[in-house]
């Protein structure tokens, strides 16, 4: 009997242990909910249950918290915030009550001082009803961290005005315009002023004596002015009209005459027109639209450097996507592989266990964590990318972590048939109408070159008047009579021998023409061959990444199945572990076929000539707007 009593006492004693276990985890439960809730009447009941059932106070975890600073801006909506560490239960929420309906928060900067360095941060952002999660780790005590949600359209948007490719291309866009306007200085008439006063003292020899009334010496003080406009027509006339004014005093004036001084007026009107060589509005204006010309070309260079951009931002924007994935999914499998070695250890100590399973799941812990190593290597790679595609220093932001935003959306990708694809690429493709404005050009050089090898033969003519009086106002009057007109007209003809300059010229311009047509028929040929290459390659590629999220769902499958097992006790750690590492894998094939798809269709859309218009960005002529972007914080992220 009295060894069933002590049986008896033993299992009450235990029961009562477990009783009280089982109360104080739902206490510390509540003391959870305490340290984050404002409501009086919670903490009035839990204050009650702990001075009856706990005599031990639990640890707060409210110090844990990090605080949250909310920058409010225009771009992101976010509704609640949800923050953990890793080694805390749950998530603690805390509600924004003073953010308005119509007000949206862009930053999320976290500071915490008592933060430890060796826990990492997970912020979850409920965002028109779906979560967002942004990953923070290694947060040190004087760390503030700005997280910034860039999609792929705002990057290409920022990247088109802020690189330094593209503005350079940009400016030399707006130098052609600057060599029209120079060019079309040609035709911009000359305004003529000339001034001059002469003083002579001369003695006269006896021939001069004789002409001059037997004078020893001669006297003369004279001033010239001369005013007029001059310039070139549209058709290679060549004209100038200039009035003139002399005012005279000499020795010979004072004693042939009853004044001291003579008035000289006169009227001129000059014309050259060329009758062959420099004949013709192409002639004229042929430096004029040699520069529209190459006006074209520079906006055409300036879409294929653009696209070009575009390429590489899609490739660093979708590579930083997967790596941000990548790091996503190992972080949950390290914690799941921390939560499974703190289960392990209990069965070990109680025996349901071996000590090895201790040392494979550290293994598992060890491979998790220098893969994500690794994969944050690869974060740190690709966001210098995107900063460096937006000409900006890293470590002037290093403490921003761009978010890449957004899904793939794979089988939304089309694909369009290649008769019409050759069909918009003949009409839109950069390097194909480059090719064809170089043609235009060489044309007008071989005009421009076959009119200068002609004979200069000009028509020359002239008319004027000239009148003189004692009184600068009546011989300015007499100028603009009828009276004393003066006129000429003639040919002038002017021609090489043997003309081998112009003849070579010809045969230059005849040769580069040859050039530039070769150059556009292999583009032709290469543009349909290419259209067909590329579009074989993204129909391809999104049907092999529709049949990896097929097969990514299947391993989903599985790895939850296991799970299950493992609960059950009918399958190892291990396993659970390499169906993991095995899913991540697939992931990482998956991601990498984003990346080619995307880089396909753009390849496609840059082919096509329509990837500026997937973008909304418009060229049609150089940005009066320029600015070049300063080496600062990257404010849009801004």
């Not at 801006?73 to 239960?89: D, G, H, N, R």
């Not at 004692?470 to 090489?496: C, H, Q, R, V």
Request: net charge positive; glycine share 4%.
């Amino acid at each position: 009997m009295k060894f069933r009593h002590i049986i008896f006492a033993i299992s009450l004693s235990i029961m009562s242990d477990l009783t009280y276990a089982t109360e104080k985890q739902d206490l510390e439960k509540k003391q959870i909910a305490f340290n984050l809730s404002d409501d009086h009447f919670f903490r009035k009941r839990f204050e009650k249950l702990r001075n009856k059932r706990v005599k031990k106070k639990p640890k707060s975890l409210k110090k844990n918290i990090p605080k949250l600073k909310i920058i409010v801006s225009p771009k992101v909506e976010i509704k609640k915030v949800k923050i953990a560490t890793e080694k805390e239960t749950g998530f603690f929420r805390k509600k924004y009550s003073k953010i308005k309906k119509q007000r949206q928060i862009t930053e999320i900067k976290i500071e915490n001082k008592a933060f430890e360095k060796s826990k990492s941060l997970q912020v979850r952002v409920i965002k028109n009803n779906t979560f967002e999660k942004y990953y923070l780790n290694n947060v040190s005590d004087a760390d503030t961290k700005t997280i910034v949600p860039i999609s792929i359209y705002e990057l290409v948007k920022d990247i088109v005005k802020y690189n330094a490719n593209s503005i350079f291309q940009n400016i030399q866009s707006k130098i052609s315009d600057e060599q029209i306007k120079y060019e079309r200085g040609v035709l911009d008439p000359n305004f003529i002023f000339n001034i001059r006063r002469s003083d002579t003292e001369n003695p006269n020899n006896a021939e001069e004596a004789l002409s001059r009334s037997f004078q020893n010496q001669y006297l003369e003080r004279k001033s010239d002015y001369e005013l007029g406009l001059g310039g070139i027509s549209v058709d290679g006339l060549q004209w100038n009209v200039k009035v003139s004014y002399n005012k005279r005093a000499s020795s010979i004036i004072k004693q042939q005459r009853r004044y001291n001084r003579e008035h000289e007026n006169g009227l001129d009107l000059s014309l050259r027109q060329p009758l062959l060589k420099g004949k013709g509005k192409g002639v004229t204006l042929i430096k004029i639209n040699m520069a529209k010309m190459n006006k074209k070309i520079s906006i055409d260079q300036y879409k294929k450097k653009i696209m070009d951009l575009i390429g590489v931002a899609i490739q660093s924007y979708w590579r930083l996507y997967g790596a941000q994935k990548l790091y996503e999914s190992w972080s949950e499998s390290l914690k799941i592989a921390n939560k499974q070695l703190s289960e392990i250890k209990i069965k070990v100590k109680s025996g349901m266990s071996p000590r090895t399973s201790i040392l494979e799941i550290n293994s598992a812990i060890s491979l998790r964590k220098i893969e994500l190593y690794s994969v944050k290597n690869q974060i740190v790679q690709y966001q210098n990318q995107v900063f460096s595609l937006l000409n900006l220093s890293a470590s002037k932001n290093k403490n921003i972590i761009l978010k890449a935003v957004g899904s793939p959306k794979i089988s939304e990708t089309r694909v369009p048939t290649l008769e019409l694809s050759f069909k918009k690429a003949i009409e839109n493709w950069p390097e194909f109408k480059i090719a064809k404005n170089k043609i235009e050009m060489e044309k007008m050089k071989i005009k421009f070159a076959k009119n200068q090898s002609k004979a200069q033969f000009d028509i020359t003519a002239n008319v004027n008047t000239n009148n003189l009086n004692d009184s600068s106002t009546f011989a300015y009057k007499a100028a603009l009579s009828k009276e004393n007109i003066s006129w000429y007209l003639g040919l002038e003809y002017k021609m090489p021998m043997n003309n081998i300059m112009a003849k070579s010229n010809i045969k230059i311009e005849d040769l580069r023409l040859k050039q530039a047509e070769l150059e556009l028929e292999s583009l032709y040929r290469s543009l349909n061959n290419g259209l067909y290459g590329k579009i074989n390659k993204l129909i391809s590629t999104r049907e092999q990444l529709l049949e990896l999220q097929n097969g990514m769902g299947i391993k989903r499958k599985l790895l939850s199945i296991s799970k299950q097992k493992l609960h059950f006790g009918k399958t190892s750690i291990r396993e659970i572990f390499d169906q993991q590492e095995k899913l991540i894998n697939y992931q990482r094939k998956i991601l990498s076929g984003v990346v080619e798809l995307k880089l396909a269709k753009a390849s496609l859309d840059k082919a096509v000539g329509t990837l500026l218009n997937r973008f909304d960005i418009k060229i049609d002529s150089a940005k009066d707007d320029l600015e070049v972007f300063e080496d600062k914080a990257y404010k849009g992220l801004r």
